[in-house]
């Protein structure tokens, strides 16, 4: 397998895909909801991930694609090469605000991350790691992320999970909350993951995300040292929604003692 040749392709089209979103911007969006009303899919998701699925079908047809709007292949394993890709990551945000949104493309082999792009199509900052070659930012090489405690951290979580909510008794992490210097919610794992790459903020947390969500991120943040697992501290499922807990190393291990252990399974 030629792994330089599939990161150059990889991010080669990332950038050519950011392009097109670019130029959408001066076009009228077309928007839909999909599985309730807040949950939106525009023209510009399906023709990215369109995209991408041509490209890499047309170069390495013995590929599998996971790709979040459908066009891909319905998998139920991850033998092989397997390309994992969000073509919009923060659609909310890219409809109302026309940025922090990103572009996760993520290619794994045999469920052992290779390639992780993130790219902020607005800022035309791509974030990039290939497994075991340390992760970039453009051409910037991230150092290894350090340790930090709770009161010194900022973490990124939705305000949902400390208000009356479906998934989690919002008592558990309301303490955080108090604990850690600040908090913040950009509306895009991907970003979320890929800020907690460069230090921005500490950790992540998200009570359900997809894999397109944290293909690419997973990649990025274990390359510098950071853990990324479920609320439980367990490997994330690439075929199944997950809970989502990313951190710094040191962090990731007081938060879970401190704070996490009254969860239920
Ligand atoms: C969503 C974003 C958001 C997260 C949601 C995801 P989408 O992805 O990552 O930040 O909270 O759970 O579904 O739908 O914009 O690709
Ligand atoms: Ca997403
Ligand atoms: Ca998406």
Known sequence: MNWREIDE???KWTREAGERIRE???TELMIHSKTSPDDLVTNIDKETEKFFIERIREIYPDHQILGEEGFGDE????DGTVWIIDPIDGTMNFIHQQRNFAISVAVYEDGVGKIGLIYDV???ELYHAAAGEGAYL?????PALEEVSVDQSIIALNATWITENKRIDPTIFAPLVKKV?????????AL???YVATGRIDAYFSMRLSPWDFAAGLILVNELGGK???LHGESLNMLEQNSVFVSKPGLHEEISKDFLYKLKK
């Open 138 to 142: 453009n051409d910037t090489k991230l």
């Open 122 to 124: 607005v800022h035309d």
């Open 24 to 26: 959408s911007f001066s």
């Open 181 to 189: 210097r600040g908090t913040r919610s950009y509306g895009s794992a």
């Open 75 to 78: 998998l139920d394993n991850l």
């Open 228 to 230: 990324v697992t479920n």
């Open 9 to 11: 392709n990889a991010k």
């Open 192 to 194: 979320e993951m890929a």
